[in-house]
């Protein structure tokens, strides 16, 4: 007899973890992403590990355009030249002989991460991969000029980015690499600061994504909690109360980045191996999450809510699409729904009851507001009750449903016979409304 796929997938938990991960890779298949390291990121131990990432993430058609720093490293070449720099206001004075550090650093780390790319040792996550990496000058400069009567010389800003060239690049496959050198029509060479470059260039390509390596796991707020999801007014909010200058420097990327049209903006660590392919390829992600989506906060419900979950599901009910709840009943059950909340609004719900000692949970009354269909809401809380479910350590997931069985159907969940859900649930099935039954395995 074939094996379970229940079955097959617990001996092989990488082949479950593949599965879970199609959805992903389909929806970063073809999008543009924009990798920002710094210099310490890259002397990191960790970022061999990160290199093999970037390279499977091109091997699964993401564009990828990287922009490294090098502060570190310039400072490491000053230093032991016993060369002095100064500053003004955070931002060094490139002199002649600074420039001549700064194109070093830069040449130098950039011919390394091309060199780490092009690895292709057998039994290494590299094998068989062969990545063309495209760096040039894409980058055009102007300089910062004379500010409060400093001549700031060879440091300067972002005047343009090639985007055509760039996505040229990308079309072909390239991954793209950009230093922080900037040149100018007049034919000069300027230090730019990572930061300007990213904003500028993942707006100029049209980005979906900006990926920020921090030295941490993410932004953390005034307790030290982990922040996992924030929009441009709580960045700015953070960004008042925080004293760390990374994270400040951090932060401020993020919302510049957004304002400039980039939709999503993630920060990451560079320290911990898993961080690159966990924010990507799983729901919950591992870092903080920058958007300029006006914010809308995925929570579970609590008494409060039950006004507003009764507002969006009586409609439903009155359709005969959703079975009655009393507002008792809600009241009493309130714990098990999740709610999207935008504006102090309700505008989704799910449910998810737990059987636990059959490890199986029941989906219910999974409901968007109808102005706000169309952007995969029901889905995104569906995708939460489902890392809730995995929690807690069920295998399986059921829906009895009479007329939502095709969307069902395409969250991975297939028709199945009443036998197959809890004892007590088919006990209480209502053959009248002959609802179907779908399951998904976890
Ligand atoms: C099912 C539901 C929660 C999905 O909401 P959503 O993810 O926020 O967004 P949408 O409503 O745009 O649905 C997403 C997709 O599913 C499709 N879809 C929605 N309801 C469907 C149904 N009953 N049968 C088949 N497909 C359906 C939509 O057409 C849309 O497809 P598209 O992207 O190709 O246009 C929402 O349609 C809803 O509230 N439906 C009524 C309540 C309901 O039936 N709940 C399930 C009972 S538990």
């Not at 960790?46 to 720093?69: K, M, W």
Request: charged share 20%; proline share 3%; with cysteine.
């Amino acid at each position: 007899m074939a094996p379970s796929r229940a079955m097959s997938q617990d001996n092989y938990p990488h082949i479950r973890w593949f599965r879970y991960s199609a959805p992903y890779i389909n929806a970063h298949r073809g999008k543009t992403f924009v990798l920002v390291f710094g210099g310490e990121a890259a002397c990191h131990a960790n970022f061999a590990n990160i290199i093999h990432d970037i390279a499977l993430l091109n091997s699964l058609g993401v564009r990828l355009v990287l922009l490294h720093g090098a502060r570190l490293q310039i400072d490491q070449r000053l230093a032991a030249a016993g060369a002095k720099t100064s500053f003004h206001d955070g931002i060094r004075v490139t002199d002649q002989a600074t420039l001549a550090h700064v194109k070093d650093a830069s040449g130098s780390l950039r011919s390394q991460i091309e060199a780490l790319l092009s690895m292709g040792l057998p039994n290494s996550p590299m094998q068989g991969s062969s990545i063309r990496v495209c760096s040039g000058n894409f980058l055009t400069a102007r300089p910062i000029g004379v500010v409060d009567g400093i001549d700031f010389q060879h440091t300067g800003r972002v005047r343009n980015v090639d985007a055509v060239g760039i996505r040229q690049n990308l079309e072909q496959g390239s991954i793209v690499l950009l230093s922080p050198l900037g040149y100018s029509p007049t034919g000069e060479i300027f230090s730019l600061a990572l930061e300007d470059i990213a904003v500028h260039t993942a707006a100029a390509v049209a980005a979906d994504k900006l990926i920020l390596f921090g030295s941490r796991a993410g932004i953390s707020d005034a307790d030290g909690t982990l922040v996992r999801q924030c929009d441009l007014g709580r960045a700015q909010q953070l960004m008042n109360s925080c004293t760390d200058e990374e994270q400040r420097r951090l932060l401020g990327t993020a919302r510049r980045t957004c304002t400039a049209g980039v939709p999503r903006c993630q920060i990451i660590s560079y320290t911990e191996d898993v961080a690159l392919l966990q924010e990507l390829f799983t729901h919950d992600g591992c870092g903080t999450l920058v958007s300029s989506d006006a914010y809308e906060q995925a929570r579970s419900a609590t008494i409060n809510d039950v006004g507003g979950i009764l507002e969006l599901i009586e409609p439903l009910e009155a359709e005969g699409v959703l079975v009655k709840r009393s507002r008792e009943l809600l009241e009493a059950e309130i714990g098990y729904f999740r709610v999207l909340e935008r504006d102090r609004r309700i505008i989704a719900c799910a449910a998810l009851y737990p059987f636990e000692q059959q490890s199986s949970g029941e989906v219910a009354c999974v409901v968007t507001h109808p102005e706000y269909r169309g952007s995969d809401r029901g889905q995104r809380l569906l995708q939460e009750l489902q890392s809730t479910a995995l929690q807690m350590g069920l295998k399986q997931l059921f829906v009895l449903t009479t007329q939502t069985s095709h969307w069902f159907l395409e969250q991975g969940f297939a028709e199945a016979t009443l036998d197959v859900i809890p004892a007590q649930k088919q006990e209480m099935y209502n053959l009248q409304r002959n609802s179907k039954v779908l399951v998904k395995s976890l």
